[in-house]
């Protein structure tokens, strides 16, 4: 069966968006390179987002005017967005508006993964809700050394150590990558 998983970038301070929802933050200090994401990628087989993530790459990528780039990014995956409204959708992309709660999509977004992974892309709080229904299996959180003021938390949950085992940390360049195993 398909893994969920939260793979996603954090300031020091535990933000992942800026109170205006930008990530431009990120990108101060570079790409950890060292850093596998194309064989993290290489097991996905759906992506997951909530609509202030999606927006965000939509905009800030220009995908809109330049649709053909979703595909460079994220391949031929389907991806869920969650949102209790209407977006607009870069043509030519298998991208599929879902409104309500996660245990209301789990089914198709896991029939849709078959056997490959399913990554939560963003934000904080929709992972929060995988871990509400059960459904998280792992969190992977690579941390830059940026504090932000406040913003989006990476995680809206109180959840304590005894529902997550680190099962490694890695030092990639001005960057820690941890990943957490969730106990459910």
Do not use: C
């Not at 570079?30 to 994401?37: I, S």
């Amino acid at each position: 069966m398909s893994r969920v998983v939260f793979y996603t970038a954090t300031s020091f301070n535990g933000f992942i968006a800026t109170p205006e929802n930008s990530l431009d933050w990120l990108f101060e200090v570079g790409t950890p390179d060292a850093v596998d994401f194309d064989g993290f990628l290489a097991g996905i087989d759906v992506l997951v987002s909530g609509s202030t993530t999606f927006e965000w790459v939509v905009n800030h990528e220009n995908l809109m005017a330049e649709p053909e780039k979703w595909k460079t990014f994220y391949g031929e995956r389907p991806t869920f967005v969650f949102s209790s409204r209407e977006l607009e959708l870069p043509p030519g992309n298998d991208i599929r508006l879902v409104e309500g709660s996660v245990t209301e999509h789990l089914d198709q977004i896991r029939a849709a993964a078959g056997d490959g992974d399913i990554w939560v892309i963003g934000g904080g709080d929709l992972a929060g809700q995988f871990l509400d229904a059960g459904a998280l299996d792992e969190i992977q959180v690579t941390m830059t050394p940026v504090a932000l003021t406040g913003g989006a938390p990476l995680f809206p949950r109180d959840i304590r150590s005894d529902r997550l085992e680190l099962k490694s940390a890695e030092k990639f360049d001005q960057f820690a990558h941890l990943i957490f195993q969730v106990k459910n």
